[in-house]
């Protein structure tokens, strides 16, 4: 049966309802793809976004293949260095981030330049590479699935093994491991002891670099609450006394998305008990003024600057930067750099009046030096390029923070509510509407979805989520009610041809398929014209002769009737013997129901006639007569039964009203009643025979014969 518009709906919520929880699970089960199916979709949308601003007060200087080949091959003697940081001393830098790091000491000569140069300028930030790590030591689950990967190492670890009170995290001291116990461990059981571990020393230098990195940056942020902050258990820290000299220190780390591209970078770390940042955040505290007291870290929120002066500014401003809960900044790449080369700067040296001319390049500005040559490593794919000098990264970041054009990431929470607002959309419109109808709506909301998604993050920076949960959700939920919906239609087309076929003509079937909320399955009031006809003393005759005969008999004459009264649109509803039940204006509405019900009644008395001949012929009987009675009014339409047998008619007075018309009709006759001929009288010819008493009726019946034209 036809299930109604609340049944669908509630459908249509339910298998929507299914498809985001199906999603919803498999993005728990497999989030590496679903992650980088939406940051490759937030990719596009970053190349389609008009550029963004680019802060005047950046400028770099790259270490090119034209300063390799003016000076000569890397690495160069660090009086070099040492001679860039003056000349940008004189051109009115405020601050130099140096994208290079100096790890051990060289040339003696050089090392001394270098070291009192970065001295004397008091604006210099170092910059050195740290190993990321999630976490040191082992949690519980995981130093139990260490062991029972390597069960023969736990007699050598256990008198090593040190349990923090606080987090019940395993802690191996490796310092106090032999050697020979190292190779008895194994490679692959050491290379994870070693990636555990609080920190790594490869020898006392680097014991004591590192230590003076530690003595000589303290950045004294407030962190409010705890978060997944990047571990640092190894550094290649800057040459003994450099880290004195500087005013400042960053990490260049980065840990790349799973496929590869660079769209998040930690802005500051944990290095032991200590916190750091990066290069680019070290320059923009440095340039803006900002103390690490007025520096409040909140993960998976904000990172706020108190308090920080922008050089045309000379008041304080409040600068929020959304972080993740890593305190990882996602990256606003202006689609355009462009880079002083090293060398051509260089040469101002020896020309102060081109100096003074460019002067206006360099003065109050953030200067990042770093490697950009061709032949460098230091390249990686980012949203808008797929070979990106990585160098560029920490003006890209700084261009971020100081524009404060920054991208917000949104919550689960939300993008959860926008696809649950769209699901039920669907499942509101979809019992309103015909299956090519609904997949173009769902087209319609997934296009115009994409569409706000891009504008939201052209305009504001605002990331809501494209692919996962909405455009993965929406399509499984289309398919699941299309599924859903061609599974139960084609059986309610089945159970509605079988029903019908023997009632109605084959292109009336046809319609009552496309619209099959044309029929009143529960019951409905409507005016139709009901038609009655039986043949004269039938009974009589079916005493006389054969089954068989009566049977071809019955089978001649009911298959002419039928065949007019489909011509017509008629309802076939039953046969009683040899009589005939039709009614004309349902299932399918037709405003002339019964102009239709009389012109089937005129020709089935001339058909009637016309096969007189060929009952004579095949059966070797006498011609039958018909009479008809045709009424028209207000009747019940529906199926009407038991829930074993249904079966679609009519009830009510007026359907007796017709039977009683057919019985009071002469042979040959088609009497009608005064309601019938009023919607008739300006298309048929019809005799006014008066009133009539009707059995069942208190009052007379005023009737009429219709003139058949053929006589």
């Not at 299914?18 to 089960?29: C, D, N, Q, R």
């Not at 349990?163 to 490679?187: F, K, P, R, Y």
Request: aromatic residues 10%.
């Amino acid at each position: 049966m036809k299930f109604s518009f609340h049944s669908k709906y509630a459908t249509a919520v339910g298998l929507s309802l299914l498809a985001f929880l199906i999603v919803t699970v498999l993005g728990v089960v497999f989030p590496r793809y679903f992650q980088e199916w939406e940051e490759k979709a937030l990719d596009y949308r970053s190349r389609l976004r008009p550029d963004v601003t680019v802060s005047p007060y950046i400028t770099q200087i790259g270490i090119d293949d034209a300063s390799l080949d003016a000076i000569g091959g890397w690495p160069w003697d660090r009086s070099i260095h040492a001679r860039m940081i003056n000349l940008l001393n004189r051109l009115g830098v405020s601050v130099i981030s140096l994208d290079i790091i100096f790890p051990r000491a060289s040339s003696p000569g050089g090392d001394t330049h270098l070291l009192q140069s970065v001295k004397d300028d008091g604006r210099v930030i170092l910059s050195a590479p740290f190993q990321l790590i999630d976490h040191p030591c082992f949690t519980p689950q995981e130093y139990r699935d260490f062991l029972a990967r390597y069960p023969d190492v736990q007699a050598i670890l256990a008198p090593l093994a040190r349990i923090n009170e606080q987090t019940h995290s395993t802690c191996i001291d490796l310092e106090s491991l032999s050697d020979e116990q190292a190779e008895q461990l194994g490679d692959e059981a050491y290379r994870e002891l070693i990636m555990s571990d609080t920190f790594i020393y490869t020898g006392e230098d680097d014991r004591q670099r590192v230590e003076e990195m530690l003595h000589a940056f303290h950045y004294p942020f407030t962190l409010q609450t705890p978060g997944r902050l990047w571990y640092a258990n190894r550094a290649a820290a800057p040459m003994q006394g450099l880290s004195q000299a500087a005013s400042g220190l960053g990490h260049i780390s980065a840990t790349p998305d799973s496929d590869g591209v660079f769209r998040r970078i930690p802005l500051v770390i944990q290095v032991q008990e200590q916190l750091f940042p990066s290069l680019s955040f070290a320059a923009v505290l440095k340039y803006l003024d900002v103390v690490p007291e007025n520096v409040i870290l909140i993960p998976g929120k904000y990172i706020v600057l108190r308090d920080a002066h922008y050089p045309y500014n000379r008041e304080g401003v409040d600068i929020r930067i959304p972080v993740d809960e890593r305190l990882q900044i996602r990256v606003n790449y202006p689609s355009q750099y462009t880079s002083h080369s090293f060398s051509d700067i260089l040469a101002l040296e020896d020309d102060p009046s081109l100096a003074e001319a460019r002067k206006a390049d360099f003065q109050g500005r953030i200067c990042t030096i770093g490697y950009i040559s061709t032949g460098t490593g230091d390249i990686g794919p980012t949203p808008l390029e797929t070979n990106y000098p990585l160098a560029f990264l920490h003006s890209a970041i700084m261009n971020t923070i100081l524009t404060q054009e920054f991208l917000y990431d949104t919550g689960w929470g939300l993008n959860a509510g926008i696809t649950l607002f769209l699901l039920m959309l669907l499942s509101v419109l979809f019992p309103r509407l015909s299956p090519l109808r609904f997949t173009v709506v769902v087209v319609f909301v997934i296009v115009g979805y994409t569409v706000f998604a891009t504008v939201l993050f052209h305009w504001t920076g605002v990331i809501v989520k494209l692919v996962h949960p909405v455009l993965n959700s929406l399509v499984l939920a289309y398919a699941l009610i299309i599924v859903y919906w061609y599974a139960t239609e084609e059986r309610e087309r089945k159970h509605l041809r079988s029903a019908f076929k023997t009632y109605v003509s084959k292109q009336m079937l046809e319609q009552i398929l496309k619209n099959p909320k044309s029929l009143a399955l529960t019951g409905q009031r409507k005016e139709l014209t009901i038609m009655f006809s039986d043949v004269r003393k039938f009974s009589t005759l079916s005493d006389k002769i054969e089954p068989e005969v009566i049977h071809r008999l019955l089978n001649m004459y009911f298959s002419q009737m039928t065949k007019i009264a489909f011509k017509y649109d008629g309802f076939v509803d039953k046969f009683i013997g040899d009589g005939l039940l039709c009614f004309f204006g349902d299932p399918i509405a037709h405003p002339d129901h019964a102009l239709r019900a009389v012109r089937t009644a005129i020709e089935m008395q001339k058909a009637v006639r016309e096969i007189g001949p060929d009952i004579q012929k095949e059966l070797g009987l006498e011609p039958i007569v018909i009479r008809i009675g045709i009424n028209t009014g207000y009747v019940i339409a529906g199926n009407m039964g038991s829930a074993d047998r249904m079966e679609y008619t009519v009830l009510g007075s007026e359907v007796n009203l017709a039977q009683r018309l057919e019985s009071s009709a002469t042979p040959g006759q088609i009497m009608i009643s005064q309601k019938t001929y009023e919607h008739v009288q300006q298309e048929i010819q019809a005799r006014d025979m008066g009133e009539i008493s009707v059995k069942g009726f208190e009052r007379p019946i005023k009737v009429y014969e219709i003139e058949l034209p053929f006589e």
